[in-house]
């Protein structure tokens, strides 16, 4: 089981990304997907996922508005579009897979079963 995520990199405020995430070893059907984000000397918290079978979705308050997750079960890729960034939006961002439960109860850490590498988004003039 592979989840590999690409797409961060250096942006200005009020600026845009889309971060995307490749998994392997299983389909998506399978597993919730859910990014999660870690900012230097904070815990790593969880930003947005999506269900397995249908199009429910999960955002944290703080990127509500901002933040859009999709999924293409063909690419077995899950994306994460992100627009209107704020310099407290920078950390390394991660992707992960775990069951229902990861979204119902909101993308606890604890409740990840997979992890992917990260990538680095930084938001700065």
């Known amino acids: 089981v592979q989840l590999q995520a690409s797409g961060g990199g250096l942006v200005q405020p009020g600026g845009s990304l889309r971060l995307s995430c490749v998994v392997s070893g299983f389909t998506l059907d399978h597993y919730v997907i859910g990014w999660f984000r870690q900012a230097p000397g904070k815990e790593r918290e969880g930003v947005s996922g999506?269900?397995?079978?249908?199009?429910?979705?999960y955002y944290a308050d703080s990127v509500k508005g901002r933040l859009k997750i999709t999924r293409d079960n063909a690419k077995n890729t899950v994306y994460l579009q992100m627009n209107s960034l704020k310099p407290e939006d920078t950390a390394v961002y991660y992707c992960a897979a775990g069951p229902p439960y990861l979204l119902v109860l909101g993308l606890r850490v604890s409740h990840v079963h997979f992890w992917g590498q990260g990538t680095q988004v930084t938001v700065s003039s």
């Open positions: 999506i269900s397995s079978s249908d199009d429910r979705t």
